[in-house]
């Protein structure tokens, strides 16, 4: 009966790591290779499962809302700062002076919201890999390994 060699057993475990970086895995309690591969299954798996969230939606949205509201309030603000002018004007005037500036700043808002939205979702993923590699070596700890990044 073949016996592997400990760097054979030590290059598959490095190549079937599925993480992003090369790590190595120890067995401390006498687990052969084919127990130890089915470990580091079913670790990946747990580790998959736990990190899983759904990504930052709306952003875009939530930021055209919020630079409508800001350009309407801030056209009724100057409108009133000017106000023996703005008394005067014409009712729909004031109304399509407000959103036009709701319009402006709602585009503007879009991009700010788009831009928070994709830098939310950059935070979520490297948590998740956070979240992933620290299950996934809690994992294999419990179950008897040494894991060394």
Request: net charge positive; hydrophobic share 35%; glycine share 10%.
């Amino acid at each position: 009966m073949l016996r592997p060699s400990s760097l054979s057993l030590f290059i598959a475990l490095l190549l079937a790591s599925a993480q992003g970086v090369a790590e190595s895995v120890v067995p401390l309690r006498g687990q052969n290779s084919q127990q130890t591969q089915a470990d580091i299954s079913e670790c990946h798996s747990i580790a998959n499962s736990a990190s899983s969230t759904p990504p930052a939606s709306g952003g875009r949205l939530r930021g055209a809302a919020v630079g409508a509201t800001a350009g309407a309030v801030g056209a009724q603000v100057r409108g009133n700062q000017h106000e023996e002018v703005y008394d005067r004007i014409d009712d729909d005037v004031k109304q399509e002076y407000r959103q036009n500036r709701a319009r402006e700043t709602a585009a503007a808002g879009a991009v700010v919201g788009g831009a928070r939205q994709r830098q939310e979702r950059r935070q979520q993923r490297h948590n998740a890999e956070s979240t992933n590699a620290s299950a996934y070596t809690s994992c294999l700890q419990g179950k008897g390994y040494q894991v060394t990044p």
